[in-house]
């Protein structure tokens, strides 16, 4: 088991945040998940679990609902490898500033995060989504597709970590979905990864996302691992 105090998520919330992620290599053990967790010491403990049906985590879900855990998502990761290609959209466009509608279409892209779910965490979802915004201005790229009048109607970011590129936030405005805007924001992604050298590119989404899981899909993206996010928190919610 991976355990770690995240001291981002701990600053940014006020209180204190760890996580424990489960293997699919860790043999089932209900009492290290539950010693794992406590010694942790943090107000919330973000915890994944292999998400696949044959996983054989059964007992560690047992362990998670009888310390009040709550099962908040079902974490689907992505990825690619970037071939070299010709065919970047020319309607999408570099944003060099955050506006309104670019932050309202950032919101958008999260209706079923987590952290909109979560009853106790969903206070900062808007301040946690800006932040992640002006994190991507500051580090990566943030593309959007505009209108014809000039408004942005679709918007994706991506970055670089550890020389893998990283599609973030992915949203289209409701009146313009099903036009081809976010595989055009998607393609104009790679293509500013290729241009810097990269080729291989991961985004992650929910299952539930069904839309967005149709997307990547017809991307070329595969999908590499799932996981079940579980939320522990150590003081019971008043």
Known sequence: MDIERLSWDSDFFG???????????????????RKSIEELNVELAYVFLPGEADAGQECHR??????????????VTLGKRLEPR?????????????TPEIESLAYGSGWCSRFAAEDRLRPFFRPLYRQWLQNDFRDGKVFVRMSDDGMPIG???VSVCNGIGRVGLVSVDAGHCRQGVASALLCAA???????????????????N??????????????LARHEVWH??????S
């Open 15 to 33: 209180f204190s945040v760890g996580r424990v992620i489960v293997s699919e290599d860790d043999a089932p053990d209900a009492k290290k998940l």
């Open 62 to 75: 047992e362990a998670l609902v009888s310390m009040s855990g709550k099962l908040v998502d079902h974490k």
């Open 86 to 98: 010709s065919d970047e959209p020319a309607d999408v466009v570099s944003a060099t500033s955050l």
């Open 155 to 157: 918007l994706t970011t």
């Open 190 to 208: 790679e293509g500013w990864l290729l241009r810097r050298g990269v080729r291989e590119c991961r985004v992650v989404t929910q299952y539930g």
């Open 210 to 223: 069904t839309a967005g899981m149709a997307l990547y899909s017809r991307c070329g993206y595969e999908v």
């Open 232 to 237: 522990v928190w150590r003081t019971a919610s």
